[in-house]
């Protein structure tokens, strides 16, 4: 039976593809070996710095985030070398055990999947590594499980603290394009990313920010490598062109989608996403609700994981949403199954959209018979109303 | 400066196109002649006749609404000729105004546009016209300036009551494919119907349903014509191509918007709409706002159309929303401007894009300054958890 | 059954869309009365007075080229005036026949419908007419049943030689984008266009250009008229808006059309369309088939009709090409049923295209057991190679 | 400057993208965990299996197709296994360069890139390998920079004879939907497969399809691995479902590919790529130019590699066409850069494009002054004149 109207895709990614970045990704297929894709290959890849606020190169991988994950570590790493990570959620755990098939040995802080990485943690563990034994040290930006992001500069400074030499690497994949990243900045040696999220494309492309302390360590890097080597795609990306077939139509919608972040202006993209959250994580309080994120300072902009009162499950309250309200949501992972549900408000959103979608989880708390005090929608409301967004104050200046 | 996410089109007409509608439309045009075309063509024309639920003819114009209007008047009268108007609104007087410059004579029965037709004062009127010079009544069945839908079986007894041969003639541009609708049933010799509505289509297809009545009146019809002309057309008809090029790409979204309704099935899309409006209306009122429709018999489906406090500006209101929240209402048409405001909650419509609607409504009354109660949303979000729509009823059973 | 790759669609119009005039269309519709519709409204009446040529008012109707026929007669005439066409061929016939349904008297010059427009025979005849009975002169400038263009600056001086009053009429639906027209340059009173020719776009859109005295006389125009009018869509039109509904997809089709003429610049885009028709004719002639227009100054730079064998059918032809080939050709219209084909090689086309289409005849004139010489596809061949394209030759200066 | 018409793709892949394709691609993005999906996957992975012929798994990967030659590799091998593979040209040896950076040793049978995989010698080779240190043997079904096409079954048939165990891995990227291909008949371990050719999708997606012994040998084989591990995803796919999200919108493209395959019939694909090689052959051969397969049984039915005269450069030619001519040619790989071009006739192609295509490089050797006798397409036209294609012949019957 068709469900009338659109879809609410509030999933914290893949996030709703905006029109303009569809419509581009919909033209014709050309020739990867044609003057006319080099100017293409040179516009992404020139973007995507911009993005990541980069000087340096960035990689792009016809492949899912998953893909450029296992790039950062083959291209850096050896088999054996150990790498300090923070579970900070599920995500964090997947890394872990991809670390862990391609032969690494993957050292774990642990976490309460309700907060960003531990940086004392890390400091205290790189300042007992005396040996360097530690290769790098892997950090979740925004925890896609838990709603939490780290503070990537914190961590930076942490690791300067011990003086260790240990690589940085960061997963951006929820926050690239959402929340502000400081690839340079930061001292970050391998940013990895993906297009399904803050970038407003369906799946299918992800992405490497290296530095050049991390292509110095990817010539000693032992591990076996082909697909996710760097060096070939460094030099053929010098002219746009790529050394294998690259999912053209994906550039189509890639440069699309980047024009939009800078018509919106960057500013005002991460502006809005801490405004919606703010007023998600309202909304969630006024039903009476936890937010799964403890720490006020770790919220994430993009996505809010709200617990379930115990004795109700999450997964139902998602089932009749989307069977009866035609929106979805994402599911708790890993240890959070059925505890928590998640609520993605990034990428290509605005106040109508997250007041919709607020709306329907509140229709949804009700219809499923979840306890909680009515009025949520009502606090977001008010709040939206007396807070202008960054934009509009612009556009009225 | 871009707006990020998706407008909210809650003018009462265009309506949202669906995606799939969009990505039918986008399909290359064909050779009207080719044999393909004629499969086509039965196919949006037979399609029609089950939207307007007659056996008989269905006439596709590349036209606007607009000239469906025209086309029913120009092969059914001759100039001079009186007919009988209900002035229920800025749609009707604009019909009036038509039928005036095609050289008829229009009789305007006066409301204060917060009403539907006045089937009485038909009814006395026609009774009066003993000479029967009257040749057509003319009836908005939804009048999309005010928000009032008249009931055309009523109008339909009422002539008959009276045993007039006057012909019966229904603007449904705004309420087709979003209201129940039976030519047949209710007598009606002449429906207008248009494309960007509940059909769910851009503007640029509209249609006359004529019965035999209407047919038999064409014979002798002296207003000149061409364009309009249902005679060839209908000969054409019969194996699906048509006189002069058709919209073929509006065909290609026609005949998809038709087998969308009846994925739904358009019993749904009915309790649908209405229950959209009874949503819309307890919000209105929670607001402490007045809906323009004052009698509960006549509220429209389709559109909600609410009247401003004394001294504040409609268009004002409209103006916030749009450039601040990236939404469109309606404006007040003719003698209702600035006065209020319209809401369309038609076509491909869903509970949580309601709720969008209704938030962005409640944030610019607050921003907009206008006195009202706050709650309007949280009212329209407990009545939709209360009711389930019919299709998730259907579904569950 | 599936047929495979591209339907070469090579009859006269509707040509081929090109996909970013399909990708245009398929955005989503806005409110025609929103601020930014009146920028669209503007880019797409300012954009037609360019390719008119002219300085005066562009109408743009929701509607099929036969309406903006009926809409040069409406807004210009009373009942009965007398009118005098020239019957080039079928598209001048319908004329005729329109304009005897509208109660106009049409005064047909006869042609053997193998030649353009008669212009000797106009200015005799409006010699002979000193009461100036005859209050407009209407010819076809691209006669698209039977391939040949009229010369409308001769047409017009004809006129002025006799010192007569009568408006001039064009209809360009075929050659409008496709070959040079001056509207004001040659004097044209009301200049009638559509959009699926050489504009690209699917059929749904026409247009009137119409001069000061046009409007002057309108103003005394006696046929009834609302749908058509000119006045009030000119008033509406200074801001960009429409007095009624517009076909808005297809307004958004219309801009970038009108882009993509003039990124190739109107000079290459007529110089094409002129190579085109002399490869093409080289081909038929190589064929030993006779070209329909017998007058090489008349030749059309859009399409060109081709005359049976005695004894073959066109549309048995036609029928094998289309079945067997994928390609839509034109049928031989009126009197020239089932004696003609008809090649369209007009729109969003170029050499591989029409190397294409003549190579799909030459396959078809076999398969059909048409008697002809082979090697007609050849000489266009060598033709295109021996001659650059006034683009290329630009490219390389 | 725009150029006019559509670009003639004719690379050897990616192909031109259908518009059926493009449209289902160009859907909104849903979730990959949601109920719908789950339909999706399944519909897709069937699909795939039945493209293959195989009854075993078959792996969707988001990733080119070079990512699905390192699955095959990275999932049945250990470092320093040794792989025999034919050099049949530039990309069997990309292949083997492949193979060496992931750390086995591939051993190369040599040949002249002018013919397909030498039977003989990989049976010789075998045979000698008592030891059976030889764990795979690697060929190209397709040599997408030569134009041969390896015979598969004989190859199986050879490895039987010898009774060695080495697994057989082929790759089908160019070859895929457009040749008849029997992954389980013909005793295939590992068949490698893209997106972007035969399937008529754009680049992004590529192909594994497993047998049993793979499987088995995947257990045991040691090269590390997790994007491409077979396991996971054959776990998560019997649901319908992806271990990491996978390319969603891709998918949708899918699907329908293999519709539209299913719906031509894939003995009539088949046998238009056949009918079609012939036709460039014969055109090839009259222009007195060599085709650079020179073994008959191996020629492509997908493209054809066309040797330039001496002291004439292939780069020159296709640089005239694209520029000239807006037709993309595929250029000489590795040793035959600027000694070939290549002409790829493959993928949603039909007989009026081929004709298209060819009368293009007519032109252009005109244009480039590479000496040739003119004819090439009239002797295609021929060609294709006196035979019907398979689909007519079955429409008609």
């Not at 005396?130 to 942490?158: F, L, M, P, Q, Y």
Request: hydrophobic residues 40%.
């Amino acid at each position: 039976m068709r469900k009338p109207g659109r879809h609410f895709l509030q999933i914290p990614g893949p996030s709703t593809v905006p029109d303009r970045v569809l419509r581009a990704i919909d033209n014709q297929t050309m020739d990867h070996r044609s003057p006319e894709f080099g100017v293409l290959g040179r516009r992404a890849l020139d973007g995507m710095k911009s993005v990541f606020n980069t000087t340096s190169d960035v990689i792009i991988y016809p492949a899912s985030g998953t893909g450029a994950w296992e790039a950062a570590l083959v291209n850096t790493l050896s088999p054996g070398d150990t790498v300090l990570m923070c579970e900070t959620g599920h995500f964090a755990w997947l890394w872990d055990r991809l670390a862990k098939r391609l032969g690494l040995k993957p050292e774990l802080i642990d976490t309460d999947w309700r907060q960003a990485a531990d940086v004392d943690a890390i400091q205290a563990r790189l300042r007992k590594d005396s040996a360097h034994d530690i290769k790098a040290v892997c950090v979740v930006h925004n925890e896609t499980s838990t709603g939490c992001t780290s503070d990537i500069a914190a961590v930076r400074a942490a690791i300067d603290a011990t003086g260790h030499p240990a690589l940085l690497m960061v997963d951006t994949i929820s926050s690239l394009g959402s929340v502000e990243y400081l690839h340079d900045d930061w001292g970050v040696d391998v940013t990895v990313g993906g297009s399904q999220k803050g970038l407003m494309l369906p799946p299918g492309l992800s992405f490497n920010a290296v530095s050049e302390k991390a292509k110095a360590a990817s010539h000693s890097a032992a591990l076996p490598r082909s697909y996710w080597d760097w060096d070939e795609m460094i030099a053929s990306n010098k002219t746009g062109y790529f050394p294998y077939t690259p999912a053209t139509n994906m550039l189509y919608g890639l440069v699309e989608a980047i024009d939009m972040l800078n018509e919106e202006g960057m500013e005002h993209v991460f502006a809005r996403h801490k405004r919606h959250a703010r007023a998600t994580r309202l909304a969630v309080e006024t039903w009476g609700l936890e937010v799964l994120c403890r720490v006020p300072e770790h919220y994430s902009p993009v996505l809010t994981a709200v617990m379930m009162p115990e004795g109700h499950s999450a997964d139902a309250l998602r089932r009749i949403i989307h069977t009866e309200l035609n929106m979805s949501l994402g599911s708790g992972l890993g240890r959070l199954q059925d505890r928590v549900f998640r609520i993605g408000h990034l990428g290509d959103f605005n106040d109508l959209m997250l007041l919709g979608t607020l709306s329907g989880i509140e229709v949804g708390l009700a219809r499923a018979e979840v306890p909680h005090n009515k009025g949520g929608t009502q606090a977001a409301i008010n709040f939206l109303a007396s807070t202008e967004d960054a934009q509009n104050a612009d556009r009225a200046a």
